[in-house]
């Protein structure tokens, strides 16, 4: 799976945490230099408090278009870190890579 936005891939990962329709990608798998820290926080009545990232690629910005939780809820602990998206970033199946 990738996540992409402006042309930019963002993630990258063979696996993803699947929960509520949305893809977690594992923090490795990010794409670090197109993530700032954002102050925006949501509270999800079982995964807890999700932190924010807003995106840079391809010269444009996108306000806390992706979203994580460091202190998930035991029930959700599988996406401690992982990073899911939103704001029309898209995800996508990365084509399979062939050996040469």
């Not at 202190?71 to 599988?78: E, G, I, N, V």
């Not at 996406?79 to 704001?87: D, P, Q, T």
């Amino acid at each position: 799976m990738r996540a992409v936005w402006n042309g930019v891939v963002l993630a990258e990962a063979e696996r993803t945490v699947v929960v509520e329709g949305n893809h977690y990608f594992p923090p490795e798998s990010l794409h670090r230099e197109c993530f700032t820290d954002s102050w925006a926080r949501s509270l999800c009545f079982w995964k807890g408090l999700a932190r924010y990232y807003t995106v840079t690629a391809g010269g444009r910005t996108n306000a806390n278009a992706a979203w994580y939780y460091p202190h998930p809820s035991p029930l959700a602990r599988k996406i401690k870190n992982h990073v899911a998206f939103r704001n029309g970033v898209v995800v996508e199946e990365a084509a399979p890579r062939v050996s040469r």
